[in-house]
């Protein structure tokens, strides 16, 4: 049962870095209400620091998404790539806190449980809990 929550959510967690992507880049970065996300040029992917945010977004995307499936598949890397993944989320999230949207400011509250929970003395139960 854990096994089935934990893989889904990871996967869910990696997905949406895509969406959330996809509604920057897209034209206008906006959301109904009409508030500006993200500045012109990372919009645009004009500026270096904006292409490199782009993969980090989307290397955060993969990497959470395949640590999901290495839940699904009973496989012991999968802690290294959701470790990985949720600090590029939080680098990817972070330095754009006020023009991000509100469901990415909840992942990273995902990335630090993510961090906490495998990086604190409790990996041990959570990876027996989740098998």
Same mark, same amino acid.
């Given at each position: 049962m854990y096994r089935f929550v934990?893989?889904? =959510?990871? #996967?869910?967690?990696?997905?949406?870095?895509?969406?959330? $992507?996809i509604a920057l880049l897209s034209p206008g970065?906006?959301?109904?209400?009409?508030?500006? +996300?993200? @500045? +012109? @040029?990372? +919009?645009?992917? %004009? %500026?270096?620091? @904006?292409? #490199?945010?782009?993969? @980090?977004? $989307?290397?955060?995307?993969?990497?959470? %998404?395949?640590?999901?499936?290495?839940?699904? =598949?009973?496989e012991?890397?999968?802690?290294?790539?959701?470790i990985i993944g949720a600090v590029l989320s939080m680098t990817a999230i972070v330095?754009?806190?006020n023009t991000t949207r509100r469901s990415a400011r909840l992942g990273v509250i995902l990335d630090l449980t993510i961090l906490v929970g495998l990086l604190s003395p409790l990996r041990e139960k959570i990876i027996e809990l989740i098998g």
């Amino acid at each position: 049962m854990y096994r089935f929550v934990f893989g889904i =959510l990871l #996967v869910t967690h990696g997905l949406a870095h895509i969406f959330d $992507l996809i509604a920057l880049l897209s034209p206008g970065g906006q959301g109904k209400d009409k508030k500006p +996300r993200a @500045s +012109r @040029s990372r +919009r645009t992917l %004009t %500026t270096f620091r @904006s292409r #490199v945010n782009a993969l @980090s977004w $989307l290397a955060a995307a993969w990497l959470l %998404t395949g640590a999901g499936i290495g839940i699904f =598949l009973g496989e012991d890397w999968w802690t290294t790539l959701a470790i990985i993944g949720a600090v590029l989320s939080m680098t990817a999230i972070v330095p754009w806190w006020n023009t991000t949207r509100r469901s990415a400011r909840l992942g990273v509250i995902l990335d630090l449980t993510i961090l906490v929970g495998l990086l604190s003395p409790l990996r041990e139960k959570i990876i027996e809990l989740i098998g």
